[in-house]
């Protein structure tokens, strides 16, 4: 089996580099670019892409990678803002729906969001009146225990009241990330199955960057795909 991992910076995905090149004597190693990472593990094969953060960089590399190779699967990894108090700092959660929080339109103090744009078919596929989700595959089972959640995008990081109270209101969010729709579109459009698994590093709030745990929500990620049922679980299929 043939996985695409990705990832929007080297840092999200640092501890499971280290244990693919350095705690398994059986896995090998070749450096591609410094956006990709190939590596070999038991009986599947691993590319790691490092897209760079946001939309377009995200859609750039992965557009790329998947006209160029052939993948079973593809697993967008990253932290992300939670708009849920009930979600634990660190929790890990799969995405089952994404929408792109700011591409819309303004009508002075009201934004409109592209889905209720008059030239935007909203049931034109990937979309689903408007939303873009998630494929339904089941090769990876031990996805659905996980919460699952409604994600947007973002380009600008929501940290003020009106855009917080704004992206509520248009799309009941419980997640925040820059990359995650544009995962969903490109798997989407290229008919390749895939998973969005993000560890909460953050409350969406007034931005105060002194109460977020990006080094927890980073930890918590990796064990999970290294112990979680994610890796060693594709590490034994064909």
């Known amino acids: 089996m043939k996985?695409?991992?990705?990832?929007?910076?080297e840092a999200e995905i640092m501890p499971l580099k280290k244990h693919l090149s350095l705690q398994d004597t059986t896995a090998t190693q070749t450096v591609v670019s410094k956006q990709c990472y190939q590596y070999t593990y038991g009986k599947q094969k691993i590319d790691i892409l490092?897209?760079?953060?946001?939309?377009?960089?995200?859609?750039?590399?992965?557009?790329k990678m998947l006209l160029k190779e052939q993948y079973k699967v593809v697993i967008n990894a990253g932290i992300g803002g939670s708009y849920n108090y009930n979600l634990k700092i660190g929790?890990?959660?799969?995405?089952?729906?994404?929408?792109?929080?700011?591409?819309?339109?303004?009508?002075?103090?009201?934004?409109?969001?592209?889905?209720?744009?008059?030239?935007?078919?909203?049931?034109?596929?990937?979309?689903?009146?408007?939303?873009?989700?998630?494929?339904?595959?089941?090769?990876?089972?031990?996805?659905?225990?996980?919460?699952?959640?409604n994600g947007i995008t973002v380009n600008r990081v929501s940290g003020s009241q009106k855009?917080?109270?704004?992206?509520?209101?248009?799309?009941?969010?419980?997640?925040?990330?820059?990359?995650?729709?544009?995962?969903?579109?490109?798997?989407l459009m290229h008919g390749v199955p895939f998973y969005q698994i993000r560890a909460i590093s953050n409350y969406v709030t007034v931005r105060d960057t002194s109460t977020w745990d990006?080094?927890?929500?980073?930890?918590?990620?990796?064990?999970?795909?290294?112990?979680?049922?994610i890796i060693e679980n594709l590490k034994s299929k064909s």
């Open 91 to 149: 929790e890990i959660v799969h995405i089952k729906q994404e929408e792109i929080a700011d591409l819309g339109a303004e009508n002075d103090q009201t934004f409109l969001p592209l889905k209720t744009m008059p030239f935007f078919d909203a049931d034109a596929p990937p979309y689903r009146s408007g939303i873009l989700h998630h494929d339904g595959n089941t090769l990876l089972p031990a996805v659905y225990k996980l919460p699952q959640v």
């Open 214 to 229: 990006i080094p927890l929500a980073i930890r918590n990620l990796n064990d999970y795909l290294m112990k979680g049922g």
């Open 3 to 9: 996985i695409l991992l990705v990832v929007a910076t």
């Open 50 to 63: 490092i897209t760079g953060a946001g939309i377009l960089a995200t859609s750039f590399w992965l557009g």
């Open 163 to 187: 855009t917080i109270l704004q992206n509520q209101q248009l799309f009941n969010p419980t997640v925040e990330s820059m990359e995650g729709a544009a995962v969903f579109y490109v798997a």
